[in-house]
């Protein structure tokens, strides 16, 4: 696509629908993101909310509040949620917003795509949560409660809930191959001229990764959902050895599409953190070759390792090894990446505005996500480790702290360009901290119920686990309560605040910066040339 | 009324917190190895944590000069560099890489390939072997060969429901306590076989630090060598529905003169239930027999008062299976019946023909047809051993 196919279009701005269907029928790349984003805010609380109902029964030992079958769906649908309808839809809906706006493109390649893209995900929400409710009128027994990995032969043994998560699962991954697709497309075709694929923003590429990961993946899991579900319902035996079968295999599976999933949330992450260190460090990004090469090196890597996820369900001595080395290795590209973030901040001049406080302590607390999880992959030591709450805490550090406190560095980095307000620094401040705090205080005494030998998953526990148990329970609380001043601090800032400069930052670079806060409803209608 | 029990927890959590270095039982680490192989564990583990946290601290402290120092407020003027700019700059930041490079491969890579190739030898010089079933939720142990051959026996959570529901107070073993414990003698390698009759479960003792998926259909291995006598407590640790919480692990290791009189004893027991099969139960024997089986064994799904979970777990009251015929004119046991259903199982329903033995099942098919479908029929022990 060329310049020329984008001239003459600037008398349509800003015809279109109004009220509901402008949003159901929009194929405007800013509109698509902020239902995208607000989806993922809403979906974020819903799974919050769940989880507070696990960590409330798991205050003390003992059932409280909840049986053990209603535990074992939240736990599994917190997860889902989370993961599916949370933590990818706000890398899509940043995708959306921003990818046009980096590589000063108008819109995305393939827009009416776009829109069914989300338009597949409130469905597969309901999907997810309708068992929920459906067991209130004695429908089925409730949603999915084999935990997010639909583990053979359990879930072939579960209820109404797992056909539900499978038919969710589709649409989300239809969703997200649709999503990935357009990523893929505009990102190679729709450049501004000029802009070389070694001059495209970090974000542009680490989607770009993300989006061959999607692909690469989702139909596997798409697969082994599918093979569950003639398993459970037409008589087929993949994972049943009465009938040939192998449960084992649906591990392989599983893990083939989870762990990239696992970099598939973390990479946006990855592309647009840089350019917040960079824009608060007021000093050009370090290593950007670097950066890029090691996302591609990662990419790769996550790809051929995914039988980590289980090593204890026993494999020949070579296999252990080389899942054991090639996850080691992992390390090396992510110590790349780590020293580029470290050295991009390195000399030079430092402000603390919220996203840089939320970038800051991404990189720390991110960083103990990646170390435990390079003890992780030793075999010997995993047995232990394995299904404990050392796990627990160690993908919190990787997911919630390396993806969700990054994905809301990049809201309080671009809040002000999309919604032309800035938002409350003080709110914006107090959220980070409590954040952070509560956080550390809810998990890190899950790394030590792990050691001392606490399985997860289980909706009541020893008494040695008590204390630990109670003081990560009553942080969860104020982790989960400190959100609410993160969404309070972005309704306020949609409605009004303080003007916002196109540039909003001292430091910031790059296009988006260019345009107007918020930018027009149609933007780069006539493509801005690099050089 | 929540204002209370929101005032009650946090008085709770101040006593709690008050009282921390109170309770000896609080772990930071793993729990004293009790084997080779929970030893070697605990060593890779301190080291790899000892290497991570300097480097995490290195790393920390790097960023906090920075933050410390390079900042704006202070008048510090940003640098311009955005990479390596000179050789010799080229060769530090490879230091970085070359270090993580050693303490992957070197320092804690070959380690691992000792403790992985230790750890996945289950056959040499193994002195025993023993069968580990996973169940929905519950272990059944059997001994494979020695002296105690042929010896099993199921082993079932003693905590009671008061105690999970908080009408009682808790033992201090709460949800870590069994009724028959997995008897082994220390300093002798026991080859542990594992498999599984419904869900995948995980075989796991935290002191021995063996953990092992048991598979339905199909059989993996372990090991553990005990090198001193006392009670080990672990728990399943493979989400296996509801109960997973509630099928722990306990083996007691006791020195080898111990171990040959508690192998006597229970053969005397299995012979003494053995010679049971042959006599004749009367109505009331077989009931409140049948009664203990199945608060045991059936009521986790169908529960104390047999109206079961529905839609997951059915109703046994009045139902068709408590109150149909068990056998056919020819005396044949009938398809779908209630003994065929208890002896192999359907779906979500364990097969218990090799768990329980002859009078169990005979009593608890009994006392669900008495209690809950109104009959006054009984079956015999005897009955049962006959389709064996």
């Known amino acids: 696509m060329s310049s020329q196919a984008t001239v003459h279009h600037d008398h349509h701005d800003d015809h279109h629908p109004t009220g509901i269907m402008r949003w159901l029928t929009t194929t405007n790349h800013k509109d698509i993101g902020t239902m995208y984003l607000v989806f993922s805010l809403i979906m974020f609380l819903l799974g919050g909310i769940m989880i507070l109902g696990v960590r409330a029964e798991l205050f003390q030992p003992g059932l409280q509040l909840v049986k053990p079958e209603f535990f074992n769906q939240l736990i599994g649908v917190h997860a889902l949620i989370m993961i599916f309808a949370a933590l990818m839809p706000a890398a899509t809906g940043f995708a959306n917003w921003m990818l046009p706006l980096q590589i000063g493109a108008p819109d995305m390649a393939l827009p009416r795509l776009n829109n069914w893209g989300f338009w597949l995900l409130p469905p597969a929400a309901i999907l997810l949560t309708l068992p929920f409710t459906l067991a209130l009128f004695g429908i089925g027994d409730g949603a999915i409660a084999t935990g997010w990995t639909f583990y053979a032969p359990l879930s072939v043994q579960g209820g109404i809930g797992v056909d539900f998560a499978i038919f969710a699962v589709h649409l989300l991954g239809v969703s997200s191959v649709l999503g990935s697709i357009n990523v893929i497309v505009t990102i190679l075709n729709m450049r501004a001229p000029g802009m070389t694929l070694m001059k495209m923003p970090m974000f542009a590429w680490s989607w770009l990764v993300t989006a061959f990961l999607l692909i690469a993946t989702i139909p596997v899991l798409a697969g082994a959902v599918t093979m569950l579900l003639t398993d459970r319902h037409f008589g087929t035996h993949f994972f049943d050895a009465a009938g040939g079968g192998d449960p084992i295999l649906f591990q392989h599976l599983f893990w083939f599409f989870g762990h990239p999933e696992v970099y598939i949330v973390l990479l946006p992450v990855w592309g647009f953190m840089p350019q917040i260190l960079q824009t608060f460090s007021r000093k050009p990004m370090y290593g950007y070759k670097a950066q890029v090469y090691s996302l591609w090196a990662i990419g790769i890597l996550a790809l051929v390792v995914w039988a980590h996820h289980f090593f204890t369900v026993g494999m020949p001595v070579p296999a252990l090894l080389y899942f054991m080395y090639s996850t080691m290795s992992i390390s090396l590209p992510l110590a790349v990446l780590f020293f580029c973030w470290i050295a991009t901040i390195w000399k030079g001049s430092l402000t603390f505005e919220t996203p840089m406080l939320f970038a800051i302590g991404w990189i720390v607390l991110f960083g103990i996500g990646g170390l435990t999880g390079l003890v992780l992959a030793d075999v010997a030591a995993d047995a232990q480790y394995h299904h404990t709450y050392f796990v627990v805490a160690h993908f919190h550090y990787t997911l919630f702290a390396g993806g969700i406190m990054g994905i809301m560095a990049g809201v309080y980095y671009w809040l002000p360009k999309m919604t032309g307000h800035m938002f409350s620094e003080r709110l914006g401040k107090l959220h980070f901290w409590l954040t952070a705090i509560s956080f550390n205080l809810t998990f890190i005494p899950q790394f030590f119920l792990g050691l001392a030998g606490m399985p997860r998953r289980i909706p009541d526990y020893a008494l040695q686990f008590a204390e630990f148990n109670m003081i990560s329970s009553c942080a969860a609380f104020v982790l989960g309560l400190s959100q609410l001043i993160f969404v309070y601090n972005i309704i306020s800032c949609v409605r009004g605040g303080k003007k916002a400069t196109n540039k909003v930052w001292e430091g910031a670079e790059g296009l988006e910066w260019t345009l107007s806060s918020p930018p027009p409803y149609h933007s780069f209608t006539e493509q801005p040339v690099v050089k | ?388």
């Not at chain 2, 079933?133 to 042929?150: F, H, I, K, L, V």
């Open chain 2, 1 to 388: 009324m929540f204002t209370q029990w929101f005032k009650n927890r946090w008085m709770l959590l101040i006593s709690v917190l008050l009282s921390l270095h109170a309770h000896a039982e609080i772990t930071w680490n793993f729990p004293t190895p009790a084997t080779p192989m929970a030893e070697d564990t605990l060593h890779v583990h301190n080291k790899f944590m000892l290497i991570v946290m300097v480097i995490f601290l290195v790393v920390l402290g790097i960023m906090i000069y920075s933050i410390y120092n390079h900042r704006k407020s202070k008048g510090f003027k940003a640098a311009k560099f955005d990479g390596p700019s000179n050789k010799s700059q080229l060769i530090w930041t490879l230091v970085p890489f070359a270090i993580l490079l050693y303490i992957d491969f070197i320092l804690m890579g070959i380690p691992a390939y000792h403790s992985v190739v230790a750890m996945e030898d289950t056959k040499t010089n193994a002195d025993m072997v023993i069968k580990v079933t996973g169940s929905q939720w519950r272990w059944q142990y059997e001994y494979m060969d020695g002296d105690a051959q042929g010896l099993k026996f199921v082993s079932n959570l003693k905590t009671s429901e008061d105690e999970i529901y908080n009408k009682t107070d808790k033992n201090p073993q709460y949800l870590l306590d069994v009724d028959n414990h997995l008897v082994l003698p220390v300093d002798k390698k026991v080859r542990v076989l594992l498999t599984s009759t419904d869900v995948i479960h995980n075989w796991w003792v935290p002191a021995f630090g063996a953990a092992r998926d048991a598979i339905p259909g199909f059989l993996r291995e372990t090991w553990v060598k005990i090198d001193k006598p006392g009670v080990y407590r672990g728990q399943c640790k493979e989400l296996c529905g509801k109960g997973h919480g509630f099928m722990p692990v306990v083996v007691e290791a006791v020195p080898e003169a111990d171990y040959k009189v508690w192998v006597e004893a229970q053969k005397v027991k299995l012979a003494a239930a053995a010679e049971g099969a042959n006599k004749e139960w009367s109505k009331d024997e077989l009931v409140a027999k049948g009664k203990e089986v199945y608060a045991k064994n059936c009521q986790v799904c169908h529960q104390a008062n047999g109206k079961g979970l529905p839609p997951a777990f059915p109703s046994l009251v009045d139902s068709a299976i408590v109150k149909g015929k068990i056998f056919d004119e020819q005396g044949k046991l009938l398809k779908d019946s209630h003994l065929d259903r208890v002896l192999n199982g359907k779906g979500v329903m364990p097969a218990w023909k090799s768990v329980l033995n002859d009078v169990e099942i005979a009593a608890v098919v009994t006392y669900e047809r008495v209690d809950f479908g109104g009959m006054s029929d009984t079956l015999q022990p005897a009955q049962v051993k006959a389709l064996r």
